[in-house]
């Protein structure tokens, strides 16, 4: 079997359907949308159209649309944003955000902003009182992510957005794990800001969405050209707004069937690590409510000196199987992954751990071939398992 790839909460391949609708705004329609004539007149006219349809598929007006470049720039967008404009200090998030949340929270103690963490339960949920305990006078922002990158489970958004909105305090929610996977309207979730990325949509990479919400306290971050009503200064990235749309339409089309294809992966998976490992390994997060095709797995030492997930990563890879511990982007650190921490794993179970990221192209045999080669592999680290 060639590549296994079960990263796809990292990043996903762009759908050839996306890169066809691209590729002419590489080649043809290459004007840039601010110019002053035909070509960047095409150029500028697709770029709104593509906006108009993002507003619509999120319940957003097109003009509370912001073209960024990813997940990581919506969200210190926002945050900085709204800190600035309210001048109130605290940013109420989680220790479970992604790190583009957290290190902006971070970064903003230097201007005299401080991050407040609510405590998650063991599944990796914030619950509503958790945000209503934490609001006070001082508080400039909410900001929760609404489906966990390592663990699958889903914040109850409408829930909290209720708390916010009677505080009157603007609520963000990092939606990069959530859009196309799960329903994201932003009456309906009660948002004033999301972030999206076209990456883990099988769209490009280096493109995004800010939403926000009119007359939400924000004030730009990113300063240049009078581009995105000077909201976000810099050339507008044509190919890749262009291909964002097509990824969320695809995505939005097909998000059933994607859904039942990874319930079905999931069970196949979990049947077969039950029958391989037996109580020698858990499943972490949210295995009831969670998204299905976000399996995070521990596994078990009997001697209890803990399977070192590193090491199981590269077994993994040399065998063709490409699988992540904590977010891919702090995998180069040899720290245990904070959500794991976060959600009251010990060291060394949140050490063990693998994160399997389904996608839509992933087959039944992918699973049986995953699960056989980590039987393998876990042998030859911890001695023979028996379920
Ligand atoms: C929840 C979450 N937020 C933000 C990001 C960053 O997105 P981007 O890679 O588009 O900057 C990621 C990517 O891993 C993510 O999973």
Redesign the pocket.
Known sequence: MDTVYFDH??TTPVDERVLEAMIPYFTEHYGNANSPHGLGNNAKVAVEEARENIAEMIGAEPAEIVFTS????S?NCVIKGVVNATGKTEVITSPLE?H?VLHTAEALKRHGAKPVYLEPNSKGIITAEKVEEAINDNTAMVSL?HVN?EIGSINPLAEISEVCSKHNIPFHS?T??SVGKIPVDVDELGLDFL?I?G??IYGPKGI?VMYMRHATPWLPWMHGGSQERRRRGGTLNVPGIIGLAKAMELTQKEMDDHRKHFIKLRKRLINGLDKTFGDRYQINGDTENGVPHIINISFLDPNGDGLDGEMLLLNLDVEGICCSNG???TSGAMEPSHVLEGIGLDEKTANSSLRVSLGKQNTAEEIDYFVNKLKEVVERMMGTVKA
């Open positions: 909460a990292a990813g997940g990581t720039e969200d992604h583009a992510m990158n990092d990069v794990q972030s990325s990456h883990k995004g977010s891919a982007c």
